[in-house]
């Protein structure tokens, strides 16, 4: 269980919170050093944390959908190795459309199955009993359940995602479609949940994605759409519950948690009722005052280092950090857009950017160092970036996964991260590019 500190957030001692800020110059000259994957549920006093929403998932500790409640910082743990901390999760504002993404008894849904059973027994990826069984028909192309979305956007990508285990089949098959059929040839999700869940991908158009719990036996499949939908506006999610691979008997799955988003990957999971239901951005930002000149102290040089999670392909940049959002003041650091390439932009803007690109289902670590207008940045130990931009006056503060123009809030969603930041460390002098390919390698 998360402890009440963490749930109510109570505010430290003076004393600790001084300890805590002494603390920081490790004997690495560095003077901040936040690890989010050591916090437990405590988030450092400094930073000032907002999410206006009483529905926010993540990965516990256990390796269960666990929520958060209303302005409750969310750290979250990878699917796979039960109990390995990912850091703090920060993410855009979600919505699913999806409607009853647990029970699948809405009109939304629509079923060439025999029927759905209630599982009462079945222990579902919340780490509680119940979860919903799905039957085909036959061995024909009509077993299928499908989520039917109007109104959808016909210039968007959407993404569609839901846990699924075995219950005697051995692999399901995703198809994204739009009114008229398929919306690549053949696009497709294969898991094979006996073969360490395995994926085919029936077409190059699409970037199929997996992930496991490894101790309860679910797995969280997603598609996403790679083309509009027809210009209809209309999408069809289908799901294969048969044993596709094999075309031999087709056997019933379990299911669980359906969400279909805008963006181009899965993000934290959003349960709904019989409407849709959205989940507010984060925000995480160290303001303006002490929390932030009780460290930043090298004026127009420094360095600072990230460590962050990336699992999806993104079809939009996605903030690390960025500081004071006014010119000669802004230095952001994001992943761009479809290349995924680390960038240092400033508020001109003008960036710089590395050759190599961050890495999908990975840990990435990134670092730049400036003196003034000049810079050098660096991802993942590769070539160092040289650069010259706009930054000639001190920052007065730091925004965490998103960029800010107030200083106490995210004000610009559609660039948040959607992932989980690992660490964060600032030094008040410039790095040698040596060393700041010394530690990102």
Not at 355 to 367: E, L, P, R, T, V
Request: proline residues 4%.
């Amino acid at each position: 269980m998360r402890s009440l500190l963490g749930r109510f957030h109570r505010p430290m001692s003076r004393g600790l919170v001084n300890n805590m800020l002494t603390m920081n110059n490790l004997g690495d000259g560095s003077t901040l050093s936040l690890d989010f994957t050591t916090m437990g549920s405590v988030l450092d006093p400094r930073l000032t944390f907002t999410r206006a929403s009483t529905v926010a998932t993540y990965i516990n500790s256990n390796g269960y959908v666990a929520t958060a409640t209303t302005n409750e910082p969310r750290f979250d743990y990878s699917p796979t190795n039960i109990g390995e901390p990912r850091g703090l999760l920060i993410e855009a504002q979600g919505i699913n459309i999806c409607t009853a993404s647990e029970t699948f008894n809405t009109g939304f849904w629509v079923f060439s199955v025999t029927a759905l059973t209630t599982e009462s027994s079945d222990v579902n990826p919340k780490g509680t009993l119940g979860s919903i069984s799905v039957a085909p028909v036959s061995n024909g192309s009509g077993r299928y359940m499908n989520a039917f979305a109007t109104g959808l956007t016909t210039t968007n990508i959407y993404t569609y995602s839901i846990w699924i285990k075995a219950k005697g089949t051995d692999a399901v098959e995703f198809i994204a479609f739009n009114s008229i059929g398929p919306i690549n040839s053949g696009i497709s999700i294969i898991s094979q949940p006996s073969n360490g869940n395995a994926i085919v991908s029936n077409s190059p158009g699409i970037a199929p994605r997996i992930s496991g719990l490894s101790s309860t036996g679910w797995t969280r499949v997603a598609v996403t759409t790679s083309a509009a939908l027809g210009g209809t506006g209309n999408g069809n999610f289908r799901l294969y519950p048969s044993n596709t691979i094999a075309s031999t008997t087709a056997d019933s799955i379990y299911i669980w948690g359906a969400q279909l988003e805008a963006g181009s990957g899965a993000t934290s999971y959003i349960p709904t009722g019989a409407s849709q239901v959205t989940r507010a951005v984060d925000t995480a930002i160290i303001a303006a005052g002490t929390n932030f000149s009780s460290w930043y102290t090298g004026g127009t040089t420094g360095t600072f280092v990230t460590e962050w999670c990336r699992c999806s392909p993104t079809t939009t940049q996605r903030t690390v950090i960025a500081t004071s959002d006014v010119s000669n003041q802004h230095l952001h650091q994001y992943i761009a857009a479809t290349t995924s390439r680390l960038r240092l932009a400033d508020k001109i803007p003008a960036f710089i950017e590395t050759a190599n690109a961050s890495i999908d289902n990975s840990i990435n670590k990134g670092a730049f160092s400036y003196a003034g207008s000049v810079q050098s940045l660096c991802l993942n130990g590769g070539t160092i970036v040289p650069g010259t931009l706009t930054f000639t006056t001190a920052p007065t503060w730091l925004s965490i996964g998103g960029p800010s123009t107030n200083g106490t809030s995210i004000t610009d969603t559609a660039v948040v991260l959607n992932n989980a930041i690992r660490k964060i460390k600032y030094f008040p002098t410039r790095l040698s590019d040596a060393k700041i390919k010394e530690i990102t390698t």
